[in-house]
Nanobody
Framework: QVQLVESGGGLVQAGGSLRLSCAAS????????MGWFRQAPGKEREFVAA????????YYADSVKGRFTISRDNAKNTVYLQMNSLKPEDTAVYYC?????????????????WGQGTQVTVSS
């Protein structure tokens, strides 16, 4: 089992940047594929990015490709989401998630563990 805690959210103007962190405790995060998801008010939770156990493979939603970068530091049991060129439509609660599957998934259901989320608000 692993516990996940997100941090780094906040209020930023359009065009700005934020870096989210997800600290894992319990079982080491290198055991899991890690993902970032987000949920805006009144909308379903959606995939943002995912990274393989080694960090060698990354996957992105089309809406964030070229602007967001997911990375991980397994020595620190931490996953990051660098968000650049932020837009008002990026406003959401961002969640970190861990998946024990063999392959990377871009949907919510396969992920076994979730953090509490961190709010990101982008003003226009």
């Amino acid at each position: 089992q692993v516990q996940l805690v997100e941090s780094g959210g906040g209020l930023v103007q359009a065009g700005g940047s934020l870096r989210l962190s997800c600290a894992a405790s319990g079982r080491t995060s290198s055991t899991y594929i890690m993902g970032w998801f987000r949920q805006a008010p009144g909308k379903e939770r959606e995939f943002v990015a995912a990274i393989s156990r080694s960090g060698g493979y990354t996957y992105y939603a089309d809406s964030v490709k070229g602007r967001f970068t997911i990375s991980r530091d397994n020595a620190k049991n931490t996953v990051y989401l660098q968000m650049n060129s932020l837009k008002p439509e990026d406003t959401a609660v961002y969640y970190c998630a861990a998946d024990s599957s063999i392959i990377v998934h871009t949907t919510v259901t396969p992920y076994d563990y979730w953090g509490q989320g961190t709010q990101v608000t982008v003003s226009s």
